[in-house]
């Protein structure tokens, strides 16, 4: 099938965030690891993968619509301090909430409700599961301190 160029080229620039996303929870994970505070490793382990699953989703869209990937990430920066990491999570989120939205806009516009349908899934994910926790993290941090915060997620 050959889907519409501006669709084809939103998804590629949809994946190339994708990948930045996962790669930044890979390290962010790996410092938690690192820190001793295994309950932050292994949710952001889990939101590197759920992210990898993501790039894979449109990947695959890409492909079926007849156009060719770019699989290089956005530029990205890793955070210093675990309130650093979950800000710069949190942003990112925000951003791909923001993608998200108008790449379902321009779907319903050329009519591709498959592709639309596919993001609508992505956008779920990102607002239900991936922003709230890390913003109720933060409000965590805020509440108990951040000491207590990181006991919490040893």
Same mark, same amino acid.
């Not at 690891?33 to 993968?49: A, C, F, I, V």
């Not at 913003?135 to 951040?146: A, D, F, N, S």
């Given at each position: 099938?050959?889907?519409?160029?501006?669709?084809?080229?939103?998804?590629?620039?949809? %994946? +190339?965030?994708? =990948? @930045?996303?996962?790669?930044?929870?890979?390290?962010?994970?790996?410092?938690?690891?690192? &820190?001793?505070? $295994?309950?932050?490793?292994?949710?952001?382990?889990?939101?590197?993968?759920?992210?990898?699953?993501?790039?894979?989703?449109?990947?695959?869209?890409?492909?079926?619509?007849?156009?060719?990937?770019?699989?290089?990430?956005?530029?990205?920066?890793?955070?210093?301090?675990?309130?650093?990491? %979950? +800000?710069?999570? =949190? @942003?990112?989120?925000?951003?791909?909430?923001?993608?998200?939205?108008?790449?379902?806009? &321009?779907?319903? $516009?050329?009519?591709?409700?498959?592709?639309?349908?596919?993001?609508?899934?992505?956008?779920?994910?990102?607002?239900?599961?991936?922003?709230?926790?890390?913003?109720?993290?933060?409000?965590?941090?805020?509440?108990?301190?951040?000491?207590?915060?990181?006991?919490?997620?040893?």
């Amino acid at each position: 099938m050959q889907g519409h160029p501006e669709i084809i080229d939103t998804l590629k620039e949809l %994946l +190339r965030g994708e =990948l @930045a996303a996962r790669d930044q929870y890979f390290v962010h994970s790996r410092y938690y690891e690192d &820190l001793g505070l $295994t309950q932050l490793y292994t949710r952001m382990n889990h939101e590197m993968e759920e992210e990898s699953q993501h790039a894979d989703d449109i990947l695959r869209r890409i492909i079926f619509l007849g156009g060719q990937p770019d699989m290089t990430p956005h530029r990205f920066e890793y955070g210093t301090s675990v309130t650093d990491m %979950l +800000r710069k999570d =949190l @942003a990112v989120e925000y951003s791909v909430q923001k993608n998200l939205t108008a790449a379902m806009a &321009l779907c319903e $516009t050329h009519r591709d409700y498959v592709s639309r349908d596919l993001l609508l899934s992505q956008l779920r994910d990102t607002e239900e599961d991936h922003t709230y926790w890390l913003e109720k993290q933060l409000r965590l941090i805020e509440t108990v301190g951040l000491e207590n915060y990181q006991q919490s997620q040893m």
